[in-house]
C-alpha cells in the first residue's frame, strides 16, 4: 500500500459504479479527461478542491486537440498523482515518484489492451471517426469508463480502500470501427 498526499473518506468504492458514473459525466458535456477526475474525486471523497477538474481540461482529446496520448488515459494518470504524486524536487531515485510511474505505467499498459486498438494515441484510437461530427463519443464515452474503473481499482488496492465489485473492470471484446463510408 502507498501512502496518499491527499486526505480521503471513501472507505469502499465500486470501480464499476466509478465506470458508469464517468461516462455519464462524459456524455452529460465534460470532456474525458474531466469525467476521470471528477468521477474519482468524488468516489474516494477526496479533499480536493473541485479545481483540480478544471486542471484537467486542457488533457483532453490527447492534450488540447493535439492528438496525442489519449484524454481518458491522461486523467486516470494524473487522478493516479493527486493521491500519490509528489511535491518537492527529490530528484529522479525519489521512491515515491518511482512507484507513481510504475502505477501510470501499469495503467497505460492495460488501457492499451482494454481498448481493443491496442493504441494510447488520441489520433490512432479516432483514426477514421468524424470528430466534428461525433462519430467518436460512443467509443471515447467506453475509453472514459474503462481509466476511471481501472483507476479506482489501483487505488483501492493501493490505498487499502475496500472494493465492493466481485468482477474487475473488464476490456472491450471488439474495437470501435468509424462507420463505413459509401463510395460517391
Known sequence: MLESIVTYHATEVSP???QK???ELYAG???CCEAVMS???DAFQADVPESVIAM???MSIGAGRSGCMCGALNGGILALGMFFGRTTPDGPKDPKVNALMALSKELHDWFRDANAKHAACCRVLTR???MAGGEHKKQCIAFTGLCAGKVAEILCRELGVANTDAEPIEGLKEPYLPPV???V
Open 16 to 18: 464499476h459504479e466509478v
Open 21 to 23: 458514473k464517468a461516462e
Open 29 to 31: 458535456g465534460f470532456f
Open 39 to 41: 468521477s474519482i474525486r
Open 56 to 58: 484537467s481540461s486542457g
Open 128 to 130: 477514421g471517426f468524424d
Open 181 to 183: 463510408q459509401e463510395a
